[in-house]
Every structure is written in structure tokens, then in C-alpha cells.
């Protein structure tokens, strides 16, 4: 089980729970057609987005397989809600985890997505003691690639064609980093 002490802090980041009064800024990117390009929903509208966050206000903790720890991303400096970070725990026999990452594309290329996602991998393999942990992207975001190249995971698969998102065949790429990969980074 993993149940993180907030808010956690990096150098220019603050991730935190996310509340009911983060509607208009999640809002403020969720509807925007170039953040849902390679995700597998669609642009939402603002009842869309009120419902997906009443779900990530509870995903505070990781209890048992399946569950999502799902964190607000804010700018230290202002408190400005710039994006997400999850970690999912998917299989409690293999220590198998997932990250995820959303932005508000005015912060894209500044260096948070890596920023943040790191705190996910360090939560993952310190506190909740993975194993193995990956990110799945569209085959076509390369600018998602590169975070999860620059967070040291490598490429373990491209997979052609392998879903059918948003009508049309889409190539999935896997990257993943095992425990002991992750500590010698942190050496």
C-alpha cells in the first residue's frame, strides 16, 4: 500500500490531490483537441471534465492492484494547475506499475512532464517497492518518447497497429525501467 505524504515538492513543482476547485484550470486543458490527440478520449466539454474529477479527488492512494494515485501538477511560484501525473499499480503479484502524464501544451518542452514523472517513478520502486514500471504512448507522440527517454526508461516494444483508437489503427510503444535500473539512476 502506498499513501504519499503532500503536497510533494521538487524544484519548481508541487503535486498534489487534486480538489473540486480544479475544474477550470483541468478544464482549460482537457478541452483542448492537441492535448486528447493521442489519448484515447475525445476533447471534453466542461460536464466531462467535472466527472473525471470527481473520480480523481478520491485516487489518493494506492490500496490494491488497479488502483490510480492521480496528482495535480502545479507551479510552485504561482499554485497555477498546469497538468496530471498518475501512477497506476497494475499487478501486485509482478510489482508491475504504469505512469501517465498530461499537460497543458503552455507548459509543453519546459522540462514538468519529466519534472513530475520522476516523483511517480521514485513513489513506484522507494515507497511502494515495484518491480518493473512502463508508459504507453501512441506510436506518433514523439514529444511523449522523449520525457520517458530523458526519465532513463528505455524502448522495450513498438507494437504495429495493435489498437483501434478513435477509429483507426494506432502503433502502441512501451517503455519501461526495472528497480535496479532506477537505482543505479539515482546514484
Request: proline share 4%.
Amino acid at each position: 500500500m502506498l499513501k504519499p505524504s503532500f503536497p510533494i515538492l521538487t524544484d519548481r513543482l508541487l503535486l498534489r490531490p487534486f480538489t473540486v476547485d480544479d475544474l477550470e484550470a483541468t478544464h482549460a486543458f482537457e478541452r483542448l483537441p492537441e492535448v486528447a490527440r493521442f489519448l484515447y478520449w475525445e476533447p471534453r466539454d466542461l460536464e466531462a471534465s467535472r466527472a473525471f474529477l470527481d473520480k480523481r479527488v478520491t485516487r489518493v492512494a494506492l490500496r490494491e492492484e488497479g488502483d490510480v494515485l492521480d496528482l495535480a501538477v502545479t507551479l510552485r511560484e504561482t499554485g497555477r494547475l498546469i497538468g496530471q501525473v498518475l501512477l497506476i499499480w497494475t499487478s501486485r503479484e509482478h510489482q508491475q506499475g504504469e505512469i501517465g502524464y498530461v499537460l497543458h501544451p503552455d507548459f509543453h518542452g519546459r522540462g514538468y512532464a519529466p519534472e513530475a514523472s520522476v516523483e511517480m517513478l521514485r513513489l513506484g520502486f522507494e515507497e511502494l517497492g515495484l518491480h518493473r514500471i512502463v508508459g504507453r504512448l501512441d506510436g506518433r507522440n514523439a514529444a511523449s518518447a522523449r520525457v520517458l527517454e530523458k526519465l532513463g526508461m528505455r524502448k522495450e516494444a513498438h507494437l504495429v497497429e495493435n489498437e483501434r483508437v478513435k477509429g483507426e489503427w494506432c502503433d502502441e510503444v512501451i517503455f519501461a525501467m526495472l528497480s535496479r535500473e532506477w537505482v543505479s539512476r539515482r546514484r
